[in-house]
């Protein structure tokens, strides 16, 4: 499996972008995906999740009503949509996938397998 994340860019505080992460190799519909960050000086943190057939969403408090997580099947692609971008946003965003993880997990980046190389997201203030 192999994912390759986009989008990222800069912004003004307020502003929005659209985050890719387009997937490739022995990946289907039942595998999870998320996204993750990590910003300067800080953790890598959950972002949002969605959960592979069922297509349940799950977000941090943090983006909670600014950012949605969507996917494409017939694309093997998800997405992120972030609106209303703050300073703190500012991070560089990892996809992520997984598959056969139980749903409580979801949120913990050390259930994903795969990762993507990141795209960084600048938001100016």
Request: aromatic share 12%; glycine share 12%.
């Amino acid at each position: 499996v192999q994912l390759q994340a986009s989008g990222g860019g800069l912004v003004q505080a307020g502003g929005s972008l659209r985050l890719s992460c387009a997937a490739s190799g022995r990946i289907s519909r039942s595998y999870d995906m998320a996204w993750f960050r990590q910003g300067p000086g800080k953790e890598r943190e959950f972002v949002a999740a969605i959960r592979g057939n069922g297509g349940s969403k799950f977000y941090a408090d943090s983006v909670e009503g600014r950012f949605t997580i969507s996917r494409d099947t017939a694309k093997n692609t998800v997405y992120l949509q972030m609106n209303d971008l703050k300073p703190e946003d500012a991070a560089v965003y990892y996809c992520a996938a997984r598959t056969g993880q139980i749903l409580s997990t979801i949120r913990y980046d050390y259930h994903y397998a795969y990762w993507g190389q990141g795209t960084l997201v600048t938001v100016s203030s």
